[in-house]
């Protein structure tokens, strides 16, 4: 079973990997790292002591371009490793996009009709609501590299922040990078932009564009182990390769 950090799908509350709720507006980094912390600890207690290797923590970052399947690919991964590492708690899912969110509604206002107006930047890929979002998602990566907690991240790109908040706590870092053919990920945006949302609109918009380039979201080679997973010709991921790649790693 997945331990999730991510924002409520109502998006009023947020949870952390335990299950404990907290309200959205409380997803800033001065008041989230006492709860993340606490959470982490009970899930290090609980996790396998293979996913410690001897207090040296596995880091999977699963990255690469919107309409990838990151999203699929990361979650398939947290369930996959937390039944077959045996973790009580679970192996801890981390998102970036959720973060977003979550940040976004906690300064989201209503309008007279009743409607929930977002603030405009968090229209606009790598701006403010965006950077805050991924310098909490480097913190709560940091805190649970340095409990010595293995868990899955899924972030677009792979930053220099976030390697070194967790190459700072000795921890052993695989990259799963998620690719697709152009023509599939162009039909996965356009799908996703017919259903709605002015986010989508704008991806498929810049894909289209040419604006995403492949070279964008190529993980470091500071890594320990690299996976190119092209998710193209399979709607439900192969999560074998990864799996593998963690049992090495844990030996």
């Known amino acids: 079973m997945a331990a999730v950090v991510e924002q409520s799908s109502h998006g009023h509350e947020f949870r952390t990997p335990l299950g404990l709720w907290v309200p959205a507006n409380a997803v800033r980094v001065n008041r989230l790292m006492g709860v993340v912390g606490l959470s982490a600890a009970l899930i290090g207690i609980g996790q396998d002591r ?3 290797g001897k207090n040296r923590p596995v880091v ?3 990255c690469g371009c919107p309409g990838a399947g990151k999203t699929t690919v990361a979650s398939a991964t947290a369930q996959r490793l937390g039944v077959s590492l045996m973790a009580r708690f679970g192996v801890p899912l981390v998102t970036q996009d959720e973060f977003k969110n979550g940040l976004s509604l906690s300064s989201a206002r209503a309008t007279t009709s009743g409607d929930l107006q977002l603030n405009p930047d968090f229209y606009v890929a790598g701006g ?9 998602v480097v913190e709560v990566a940091r805190v649970l590299a340095s409990l010595t907690v293995s868990f899955v ?10 390697l070194d908040a967790v190459l700072i706590s000795d921890a052993r870092v695989l990259a799963v990078h998620v690719v697709a053919r152009e023509v599939v990920i162009c039909e996965r945006l356009r799908a996703r932009a017919a259903g709605g949302g ?5 991806l498929a918009a810049q894909f289209e564009r040419g604006e995403l380039k492949p070279s964008i979201f190529k993980p470091s080679n500071r890594v320990d182990t690299l996976i190119e997973l092209d998710t193209s010709d399979h709607p439900d991921p192969n999560i074998e390769p990864i ?3 963690v049992l090495a790693m844990l030996r």
């Not at 403010?128 to 909490?136: E, T």
């Not at 991240?153 to 976030?162: A, G, I, R």
């Not at 002015?198 to 704008?202: G, K, L, M, N, Y």
């Open 128 to 136: 403010p609501i965006s950077l805050r979002a991924q310098a909490v």
């Open 60 to 62: 999977i970052v699963v």
């Open 50 to 52: 293979r996913m410690s």
């Open 198 to 202: 002015e986010v989508a609109r704008r």
């Open 153 to 162: 991240v899924e972030t677009s790109v792979l930053s220099d922040e976030l």
């Open 243 to 245: 799996e593998r790649a």
